[in-house]
């Protein structure tokens, strides 16, 4: 009972005789992240968890400020050390 090989040029659904289109990548990329990508509509109240209510700009805006590099490095320089002198002071 030998198994045999498919071809050196083709694979095992091409040597078995199968009538099936072969996949052809360049679609199948365009729809992924190409020109043809549908845009996703996600909503917070369809992916679970707590349903909150929608952001008002204002907040987006704090958000935003909070989450930049510029104010994680300034609470970092000032923030942190100056936490560290308070607890000092205190024991």
Same mark, same amino acid.
């Not at 050196?8 to 679609?27: D, F, I, K, R, T």
């Not at 704090?62 to 000092?88: D, H, N, Q, T, Y």
């Given at each position: 009972?030998? $198994?045999? $090989? ?5 694979? =095992?659904? *091409? $040597?078995?005789? @199968? ?16 020109? !043809? ?5 996600? *909503?917070? &109240? @369809?992916?679970? &968890?707590?349903? @909150?209510? =929608? !952001?008002?700009e204002e907040q987006k805006m704090i958000e935003k400020?909070? *989450? @930049?590099? =510029?104010? !994680? ?9 100056? !936490?560290?002198?308070? *607890?000092?002071?205190?024991?």
């Amino acid at each position: 009972m030998a $198994a045999t $090989a498919p071809s050196a040029g083709g694979s =095992a659904p *091409e $040597a078995a005789g @199968s009538a099936e289109v072969p996949l052809q990548y360049s679609l199948l990329l365009q729809h992924l992240v190409g020109d !043809k990508r549908q845009p996703r509509v996600l *909503e917070p &109240g @369809s992916l679970g &968890g707590i349903p @909150s209510p =929608a !952001k008002s700009e204002e907040q987006k805006m704090i958000e935003k400020a909070m *989450e @930049s590099c =510029a104010f !994680k490095a300034a609470l970092a320089c000032v923030g942190v050390p100056g !936490k560290i002198r308070l *607890e000092e002071q205190c024991h």
